[in-house]
């Protein structure tokens, strides 16, 4: 888990990893209020259906939190955060060693381009597909996009 630490803690998936996927979107609306969005946990489940009850205190660096991500118990330590640039935690759930990262780059305009990535490893993960992980990560952002967009939440 300490390689796992490193590369969340300079920002970076595991690109060993067997499961590992990248995807962006430009949304129309600006960073700050995706960096908002991004760091209401308590509201997480309202524009993404997938999660549920999420435990946490604040949101700093080497602070944990726990939820649920389709229906799987998730215990999960935030490892670096650059205001309005870039979320990264790792994350233990069922028996997977994981790497999430999120980036926020503004364009012109009032637009931002996000970009996710995740890296998936451990004996679990062969009962993973790649495909599904790159579905999650595609409806993440859809609605994520949604959201700070329709200003809904």
């Avoid at 803690?9 to 995807?23: F, V």
Wanted: charged share 25%.
């Amino acid at each position: 888990m300490n390689m796992l630490i490193s590369l969340a803690e300079s920002g970076r998936i595991n690109e060993e990893a067997n499961i590992r996927d990248k995807q962006s979107t430009i949304i129309n609306s600006s960073a700050e209020m995706i960096w908002k969005i991004l760091l209401d946990l308590k509201n997480w489940h309202k524009w993404n259906e997938d999660v549920a009850h999420i435990k946490h205190s604040t949101v700093s660096e080497g602070e944990e939190f726990q939820w649920k991500l389709s229906g799987q118990n998730i215990k999960s330590v935030f490892r670096k955060i650059q205001k309005e640039e870039l979320l990264a935690w790792t994350s233990t759930m069922n028996g997977k060693k994981v790497i999430n990262v999120w980036r926020l780059e503004p364009t012109d305009g009032n637009q931002t381009i996000v970009t996710i990535e995740q890296s998936m490893e451990g004996f679990k993960t062969l009962f993973y597909s790649h495909q599904k992980l790159h579905n999650t990560l595609l409806n993440w952002l859809s609605r994520l996009k949604q959201c700070a967009e329709t200003g809904a939440i």
